[in-house]
């Protein structure tokens, strides 16, 4: 079977299947073999009740005692269990919407249940566990299994069919390392590498497999750049601007003093956008560093020379935060900055209006979403691009942007913290500012790392900062009880009821979470920056979002669920003031390697400390998913958990770079960089 051979070649794939796998862009031979798994499980030995390890998961093999009733509640169904086995101990199971188990679940019924379990006083709780045959979990007992992203066509275990097929039965073995070097740098080959991260024999073999992957990913990456950086880093600059009055005479009307970081930032800007070559910089700074008035001087010199600016933001709402801010400036101080706002949500009106002023030359300022790659915008005369966040690494997406214009200039802004000498291999075709400075009227976060027997307190606390007209921001992990195998997490909506209950009707709570639709998000953030709501209880899709300099508290539950770049980011949604601000970090997972990651952060509120810090702790072999933070916008890889493998990947790039003229391709999708 050759890797170009349609999916139909695979045993069990017909006419009728082939649509989902279609569906997920899987059309060919290789292309279910480079489809790696999302995440794994490993699937735990069988053990008694009464050796049950609590916040973990675990398989037991037990008798149901009663048959259960189904019991209506808050609009959902919920089915209890109970369960024992030869130690006698009973252990209580919860379904929660599979009223159907019921039939399952009979008294005197033997099954395998695993899942998450937790003690409470004296019982012992698993909720919404897999329930399994004995038969059919010793099969996999012990074993670990890849998770692959699905679609309503097809199962976890057709397509895991279907890609062993694939490895069985093809020769994707076509290695570009030699055998001596794969020694050498302790690499897999490539067919090793490929069959083990889809089917792992140990946590180690997973460790290794993800590693030859995650290298050739990065070698691949750093080809494309430095391919490039000869026209990206050092490209003519037909007009050079001129250095004008403009930005001094705003720094002088600031409210607040500009940090010495921000002034050589800024000085660095107006360098390159003056001088021979065109600028293609990196402003790095940690959360609250005040890059956006870097950006917002860029623009001012690039209208007062005439010119049109972008500035492009991750998400909606920081779209039209930036676009406020920038309007509110140039009414204020009477700048030369006339900004138009162009993102996803506008009428037919407004979105008319917006590209007719940008084509015409009457907005010299733009800020918007991907909505400014669209064909239909057409610049005047494009002179600077600016990316915020998300976009930062898109070396594609910054060469698409900058065909919209002769010969812009680009400033990337980022505010994830790489120590320098690896931001010196990733941005090698960019110039790098770093803003280690905070302006001066920023006062530290005070951060505290506790359990939930605290929970009264933080609640008091909370209602204390809430009384002196502040907002407070908490964080779950989950966006509502089903959607957890784990009980023990916390979810927005139960999170918000029992706010709700503890503050009564002296509070207005909202609700954010990644289901709802983007108009929608848009409507909560934007209330909660108007005040009109106390606290927002949300998950993750706050971090990177509004600023809202009114709120002082943030409560991070299950923090240690997350990783400590995200939960530094997380906390920067506070302290964007000068009011004391606050940030709760509850756990209850008392393991020492957790209480030590959390220290880092209760003790430093300095983003580039915490990411060398979070390099030190993180250990290989973790059954995390092949997808990682997702930071850095890599298929696989992440640069910061992965940076020794940047690192050699850099090492050995002019021993491989004549190897990869026609590999390329096959080793990474750049689309997703």
């Keep these: ?111 395998v249940f695993r899942g998450y379990v937790r003690c409470v006083k004296d019982r012992i709780l698993m909720s919404q566990p897999r329930m399994y045959s004995l038969d059919d979990y010793k099969k996999i007992e012990g074993t670990i299994g890849p ?118 930032a800024i000085s660095d800007v107006v360098k390159d956008m003056s001088s021979e070559y065109l600028m293609n910089r990196l402003i790095q700074g940690d959360v609250g560093s005040g890059k956006t008035i870097v950006a917002i001087m860029a623009l001012l010199m690039s209208a007062a020379n005439g010119k049109q600016g972008v500035m492009m933001a991750p998400t909606d709402v920081l779209a039209r935060q930036h676009f406020s801010l920038i309007k509110e400036m140039s009414n204020k101080y009477k700048l030369c900055i006339k900004p138009v706002l162009l993102v996803g949500k506008l009428s037919a009106k407004d979105r008319r209006e917006a590209l007719s002023m940008i084509e015409s030359g009457d907005a010299n300022v733009i800020i918007g979403t991907h909505a400014v790659f669209q064909d239909k915008v057409v610049f005047k005369n494009l002179a600077l691009i600016i990316t915020d966040e998300q976009h930062r690494f898109g070396v594609e997406q910054r060469k698409m942007l900058r065909e919209k214009g002769e010969n812009p200039h680009i400033l990337v802004m980022s505010a994830t913290p790489i120590p320098r000498t690896l931001a010196m291999i990733i941005f090698a075709d960019l110039d790098i500012s770093i803003m280690k400075d905070m302006p001066k009227n920023r006062i530290p976060i005070s951060n505290c790392v506790v359990n939930s027997g605290f929970r009264n307190k933080a609640m008091e606390f909370i209602g204390n900062e809430i009384k002196k007209g502040h907002q407070v921001y908490v964080i779950c992990p989950m966006i509502d009880e089903s959607e957890a195998d784990n009980f023990n997490l916390k979810n927005v909506f139960d999170e918000a009821d029992e706010i709700k209950d503890y503050f009564k009707e002296s509070v207005n709570v909202s609700i954010l979470h990644g289901k709802m639709k983007p108009d929608e998000k848009t409507k909560v953030m934007e209330d909660f920056k108007d005040h009109k709501s106390d606290i927002l209880v949300s998950t993750t899709v706050i971090e990177v979002g509004i600023d809202v300099p009114n709120a002082t508290v943030i409560l ?118």
């Design 147 to 264: 998770i692959y992203t699905v679609n309503k066509d097809l199962t976890n275990a057709r397509i895991e069919k279907s890609v062993k097929y694939c490895l069985e039965n093809s020769d994707y073995s076509n290695d570009f390392i030699k055998n001596e070097e794969l020694a050498e740098n302790n690499l897999l080959s490539l067919k090793d590498a490929i069959y083990g991260i889809h089917f792992p024999s140990s946590v180690e073999n997973l460790s290794f497999a993800r590693k030859r992957l995650v290298f050739d990913e990065f070698l691949s990456f750093l080809y494309m750049i430095r391919s490039n950086e000869a026209v990206n880093k050092r490209k003519h600059n037909p007009e050079p601007m001129i250095e004008v009055a403009d930005l001094k005479i705003l720094e002088e009307k600031l409210p607040y003093q500009l940090t010495n970081s921000q002034k050589e």
């Design 556 to 673: 991070i539950e299950n923090s240690e669920r997350f990783g400590l770049s995200q939960l530094h980011q997380l906390r920067g949604r506070v302290g964007r003031s000068d009011i004391p601000s606050y940030c709760i970090m509850m756990s209850d997972d008392d393991k020492p390697e957790t209480q030590k990651r959390l220290k880092v952060l209760n003790d430093s509120n300095d983003g580039f400390e915490i990411a060398k810090q979070d390099m030190k702790l993180r250990g290989p072999g973790e059954l995390s998913g092949v997808r990682q933070s997702g930071d850095l916008s890599f298929a696989m890889g992440d640069v910061v958990e992965d940076s020794e493998i940047m690192i050699l990947a850099d090492s050995l790039f002019d021993s491989f770079k004549d190897r990869l003229n026609d590999r390329v391709s096959n080793i990474v999708d750049f689309r997703t960089i």
């Design 1 to 111: 079977m050759l890797l170009n051979d349609d999916i139909t070649k695979v045993k069990g794939i017909g006419d009728k299947t082939k649509d989902g796998f279609y569906a997920l862009g899987l059309k060919t031979v290789d292309d279910l073999i480079h489809y790696y798994p999302r995440t794994y499980e490993k699937f735990e030995y069988i053990t008694s009740i009464d050796k049950l390890i609590y916040s973990e998961r675990n398989a037991v093999y037990a008798r149901v005692i009663k048959s259960p009733a189904i019991v209506k509640l808050k609009g959902k169904t919920m089915i209890t269990a109970y369960v024992t086995d030869s130690s006698e101990r009973v252990l209580e199971i919860k379904y929660f919407n599979a009223p159907y188990l019921v039939k399952t679940l009979k008294k005197d019924s033997y099954h």
